[in-house]
């Protein structure tokens, strides 16, 4: 049995333009950090393999700090560490992984065919391939086939499931007539997996740190064991912020309470988006007030108006048509509610009866 971590998709030094000059300087020494947190998860859970799926960098213009990052902490990993770049990250003479001579345990992946690394040592055999430019669309895997030998089969590659991609196409299909045991795939940001194509478990661990509100949540690598027919790998999260969406509604509530229940005690390290939703009054939301609110308890937070403007419910009572009709009669049923919740409940639906009526999506 094989103790094997996988990874994929580090972007390092991300431009992260949508934060000032100085939090995006910051968010990229914080992903050099990243690389000895993958470091010593790795070394406490004694990982034989650790399997890096592409995009290391997210181009090919990359600070000193992080090749000496890289370099150090990749060093310092016990076990042994399989690269396979990507379409950011493409193997050249020319990029970052040309420019330093790695770790005696760090072997990179540099053809565009599927190279074969035996491990003895491990009754294991790696089988990667590189991008030698930012575009392919040939599918490695189509054809291959692990030969039935007793040893352990890895596959560390960057590529796309989707058809016809031109990120390195590959299909269930390829996977199921593989023969691998376990197929560490990058390029897809959020977490997918793992799951089974034939006796081929396959897995995408999503990036490891979110760089925007496109990669919601806990962010991190897959770990565990694999032995031949048994693949066993848990979401590890590793990520030191997380982006964040959060919704509050400020129906019939002050705006300001409405948020202050929403927020987190003490300071949060994350990145949070908050949606104000429901109804508010024709004034208006001061959302320069709330975001100062916000503000202490995050470290980067926006708040947006999704808010619609509350409409007199009963403005129409009094018409002579099917509306006014139908709004009297709930009136009437609003004066006999006998408590609270049947009130709100009437008020519920002759807005959305309101709603049907005037031929709206949703009741305002």
Not at 118 to 139: I, K, N, Q
Request: with cysteine; hydrophobic share 40%.
């Amino acid at each position: 049995m094989l103790k094997v971590i996988h990874g994929a998709d580090f972007h390092l030094d991300a431009p992260f333009h949508a934060l000032p000059p100085e939090k995006a300087a910051g968010r990229r020494a914080e992903q050099r950090e990243l690389l000895f947190r993958l470091a010593d998860l790795a070394n406490r859970e004694g990982a034989d393999l650790v399997l890096l799926s592409g995009d290391l960098f997210d181009g090919a213009e990359i600070y000193g700090e992080t090749l000496e990052a890289l370099e150090k902490a990749l060093g310092s990993i016990r076990g042994q560490v399989f690269i396979a770049p990507g379409n950011h990250d493409f193997w050249s003479a020319r990029s970052p992984y040309a420019a330093l001579e790695w770790p005696e345990n760090v072997h990179i992946f540099t053809e565009p065919h599927l190279e074969t690394v035996e491990l003895p040592e491990l009754g294991c055999t790696v089988y990667g391939a590189a991008f030698t430019g930012a575009h392919r669309s040939d599918r490695v895997l189509e054809g291959f086939h692990a030969p039935e030998d007793g040893k352990i089969h890895l596959l560390v590659l960057h590529a796309d499931g989707t058809p016809n991609s031109t990120y390195g196409p590959i299909t269930e299909e390829d996977l199921a007539g593989s023969g691998l045991d376990y197929a560490a795939l990058g390029h897809i940001h959020a977490r997918i997996g793992p799951r089974r194509a034939g006796a081929t478990v396959w897995a995408y661990p999503g990036c490891p740190e979110g760089r925007g509100f496109d990669e919601l949540g806990d962010k991190g690598v897959l770990c565990g064991s694999v032995e031949q027919g048994n693949v066993q790998m848990d979401f590890v999260p590793l990520c030191s912020r997380r982006y964040l969406i959060r919704e509050v509604d400020v129906t019939a509530r002050m705006p300001e309470e409405a948020l202050r229940e929403a927020l987190p005690e003490g300071e949060s390290p994350d990145f949070c988006r908050i949606l104000l939703t429901g109804e508010r009054g024709m004034e208006g939301l001061d959302l320069e007030k709330l975001g100062a609110l916000a503000r202490p308890h995050y470290y980067s937070v926006s708040v947006r108006d999704k808010t619609r403007m509350r409409q007199d419910l009963w403005a129409r009572a009094e018409e002579d048509t099917l509306t006014g009709l139908f709004l009297r009669a709930m009136r009437r049923r609003l004066e006999e509610a006998h408590d609270e919740e049947a009130r709100a409940a009437v008020e519920r639906a002759a807005r959305f009866g309101l709603a049907a009526l005037e031929n709206r999506e949703e009741p305002q």
